[in-house]
């Protein structure tokens, strides 16, 4: 009876314990590609999970696994990092096939970096906690994207592939196209049938599910599919999980859409079923993107923590036991901020820390956010228009956003990358533009705004303006030279 009992117990604790591609492994489905920052996709995967550059000297480096099998280490990254900015420049296949991503080169649309490539993804969007232990996702804001055109392994053609994606459910927009999956190899649009893969947001040009979304859909190449018919299909839902799974698989005139809470509960299938017409046989060409559509557009935003391609249609068996494996790493929110705590409610004042120009304060004309010398003599109506009200971040409640003091109702937000004093209008946009994360100063003094939508951007005065800049990016204001000293600022309560 005892020995039973243990018998038992071990079998559990193995399944429970076996990693997504292992899973895959014994299901006859192996992974031919795995990626993720926040942890290894095999029992047995130690190596480089992913590498970061950071902004001082544009040095890199590789972040692993703790232990086999294990969460990634992010105070590696961490200390790293400190006192400048990150970028991940590359996200490492565990499969061995060597299906690496990187930054997206050009398509049938530019991307806004150099050369037309998309920007590269900041290492710090996107913390969370996998039972307990801090990692980082990929927050992909809209210009950013991650590819492989040359892959091994990947189904071509008709042939059959599985893939999941566990992504943050509150992160997305309705553009084109947040995707991660199979694409075209020449970053073009080759037609229908040329694509598939995991779509996640509230677009509405091609399908869109029950409710307002955001949905899982798939992108089969010039449309994207939430049923058996393009358009509506009922039985895809909106979802409101802050970590999802979505699993899809196509075969021979057949997909499958599968979702789930990534933090609990099983997959529920959305559709199974035979393919729409013109899109059987597929002539899929196997590369693989992250973040944006086969075509390189680019206006999607989302977050992606792990995901894997495989090789042949996984069960529905084995599907759960993957579902169950990601629950089981237990993924949790963690805090966005660090640094001077701010608190909701109060009005401050924020101070230059840029030597020669600290007598300057955030301040704005008219809708012109900008540094004006500001003192305690200054008249009334100057120093309002240097103080501003710290409110709960309308686009994220765990950051901030900050409200006019002379002009109630008007927040800061970016806007082509230059910081505005707008009226709220209510959208989505509006709010996770004027939303902003507070991290301890880059130069110590005081703390750093960080865009919660751009997190490769900060409040930095340039010619006494203010913008969201990013360090060593394409515009004159992203200049690296005084970069930690343009986005730290002293936060007071009234003025010298
Ligand atoms: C997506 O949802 C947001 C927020 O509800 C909304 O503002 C936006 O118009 C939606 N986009 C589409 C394409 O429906
Ligand atoms: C680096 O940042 C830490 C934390 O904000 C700060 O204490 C330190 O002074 C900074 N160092 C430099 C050289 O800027």
Request: proline fraction near 3%; aromatic fraction near 12%; charged fraction near 15%.
């Amino acid at each position: 009876m005892f020995a039973r009992r243990s018998l038992v117990a071990l079998g559990l604790v193995a399944t429970a314990t076996a990693a997504p591609c292992d899973i895959y492994a014994d299901g006859d489905t192996p992974c031919v590609a795995a990626h993720s920052t926040t942890r290894a996709l095999y029992d047995s995967f130690s190596g480089a999970l992913y590498q970061i550059k950071r902004g001082s000297d544009s040095e890199t480096t590789t972040i692993s696994p703790l232990t086999a099998g294990g969460v990634a280490d992010a105070s590696a990254q961490d200390t790293f990092c400190a006192n400048t900015t990150c970028l991940i420049t590359e996200i490492y296949d565990q499969s061995g096939n060597g299906n690496h991503l990187t930054q997206a080169p050009p398509g049938g649309f530019d991307g806004p970096d150099v050369d037309g490539y998309d920007n590269l993804a900041s290492a710090i969007g996107a913390p969370v906690t996998l039972n307990g232990q801090k990692a980082y996702g990929v927050f992909v804001s809209p210009g950013t994207g991650y590819r492989i055109d040359d892959t091994t392994g990947v189904a071509t053609g008709d042939e059959s592939e599985g893939m999941y994606a566990v992504l943050d459910g509150t992160h997305y927009n309705g553009e084109c196209c947040f995707d991660y999956g199979n694409a075209e190899t020449s970053n073009t649009d080759t037609g229908a049938g040329h694509m598939e893969a995991i779509y996640y947001g509230n677009s509405t040009s091609w399908g869109y599910g029950a409710g307002a979304g955001p949905w899982i859909m798939v992108d089969m190449e010039n449309n994207l599919f939430s049923g058996a018919d393009e358009g509506y299909n009922s039985a895809d839902p909106t979802l409101s999980y802050r970590f999802v799974t979505a699993a899809v698989k196509g075969g021979a005139d057949k997909w499958s859409l599968r979702g789930a809470n990534a933090a609990s509960g099983s997959l529920t299938t959305y559709y199974s079923g035979a393919r729409y017409s013109g899109y059987n046989p597929m002539e899929k060409e196997g590369s693989i993107i992250l973040g944006i559509g086969g075509d390189n557009s680019n206006g999607a935003q989302g977050t992606f923590y792990e995901g894997v391609m495989t090789s042949g249609y996984p069960s529905d068996d084995t599907e759960a036991s993957v579902q169950a494996n990601i629950v089981a790493a237990g993924y949790a929110v963690t805090s966005l901020t660090s640094g001077p705590e701010l608190t909701v409610g109060d009005t401050i004042s924020l101070r230059v820390t840029t030597p020669g120009y600290t007598t300057r304060y955030i301040a704005h004309t008219d809708t012109t956010v900008n540094t004006q010398v500001v003192s305690s003599s200054s008249s009334t109506d100057l120093q309002e228009q240097a103080s501003w009200k710290v409110v709960t971040g309308l686009g994220y409640s765990g950051c901030f956003s900050f409200e006019s003091v002379d002009t109630p109702g008007s927040y800061i937000r970016h806007y082509n990358f230059a910081l505005l004093l707008n009226a709220n209008d209510g959208t989505k946009q509006f709010h996770e533009d004027a939303t902003f994360c507070p991290q301890a100063a880059l130069n110590g003094e005081g703390t750093s705004l960080r865009s919660w939508s751009y997190p490769t951007r900060y409040f930095r005065h340039y010619d006494d303006v203010l913008y969201a800049a990013s360090n060593g990016g394409v515009q004159t204001f992203d200049a690296t030279a005084s970069f930690n000293n343009d986005v730290s600022f002293e936060i007071y309560t009234g003025f010298a």
